[in-house]
């Protein structure tokens, strides 16, 4: 993995500037290491790649064998760091159309308790009807309404479906290890439960179970993925240093909004769990860069005209995949009667880095900087080494702003009004 700065003009540091964000950032990292910092008591994701243990990793395969062995559809029931995780890697490896194989080896994940929508969740009990499946809930605190709402209604389907002793075999809780409604619930009913370790946040969590029994289920190799994490931990972190101190001088000269430019559709839900994770992280205080996300060449034909000369409100982080694990020919034509055979000697993805290096040069010619951070394949190894990455750099980047990247204190107030307007006791 490889980490590249490209200033505009415009946006090129002095020495000492880059200095002074080096001697942080450094700092952030030994706080980090050595648990002083705040929010010091959600710092287990720091050494989870190296903590995880064989015999751990083993349970989760076996429990992801079995429920593959009898299940079409899987579901995971969770909202924000306790689905985005799994999905995010999931959706980066699968088969960009996986509903509609015929050949399908692996169940297809399906995902809920991320949404009230009443039309979502009826399409979903829908299809529910006539699939095998099985049904994974994954709740830290165990009373997230949405999930929570989910769990009783897809708990009450699977029990009509298939009595409630097979209906349990069925359902596995990943939850706190001692407290919560939903560990009360897993231990009366005899439910398959994984534990998410006290000391790990939410949306710092897909390298537990959390992340990697969907992972798993879905077909990938869970310890290729942590592999790749531990990695970075004990190879590459000067990597993550250095994202952290380009995007923190880039927010230090009046940049507000991260753009995580992906040049893949299967990235689509990396970039959205990029986002949760900044953005519980650092947004709060009246601080934080805006995380947001585009999707190329797809969104170079919507929001590629704000970047180009919209307000100059924004940089670019490129998540950069070299190659593709596969590959179409575009076919030479005699006649060439669409004029494409220029284009004939090139594979699809040598045209997609063209069109990625090209936005490049026009993105810094509009004051755009970009910082690169470049993959040679999509594969489980890789999306380790990411995920590590950037939760590194979150964790350093929270500590250069000084606000606790470890809570999610404003999350609280929207519970709160909605809690008073159903009128819960
Ligand atoms: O990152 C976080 O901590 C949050 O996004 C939580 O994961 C999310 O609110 C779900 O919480 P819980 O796992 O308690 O249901």
Redesign the pocket.
Known sequence: MKFEVKYSNADIPSNSDINILRQKAESSLQLLKNKQGKGNDFLGWVELPSNIKQEELQDIISCAEYIRQKSEVFVVA?????Y?GARAVIESLKHNFDCLKNDKQSPIVLYAGNTLSEDYLADLLDILDKKDYSLCV???????TE?AITFRILRQHLEKKYGHNEASSRIVAI?DEKKGILKEIANKEGYKTFV?PDNV?????VLTPVGLLPIAVAGFDIRELVKGALQIQQNQPNIAIDYAIARNHLYDIGKKIELLVTYQPNLTFFAEWFK?LYG?SEGKENKGLFPASVCNTTDLHSMGQYIQQGERLMFETILHVENANKRIEIPYLQNDDDKLNYLSKFSLSEINHKAELGTQQAHLEGNVSQLVISIDYLNESNIGKLIYFFELACGISGYMLDVNPFD?PG?EFYKRNMFALLGKK
């Not at 969770?78 to 306790?82: C, H, L, M, Q, V």
């Not at 994954?138 to 997230?144: D, Q």
């Not at 946040?201 to 969590?205: E, T």
Request: net charge positive; aromatic share 4%.
């Open positions: 969770g909202i924000g760091g306790s985005l994954i709740s830290k605190s165990g009373t997230t999930t939850t998410i946040g939410g949306r710092y969590s949760q519980e999610q999350v």
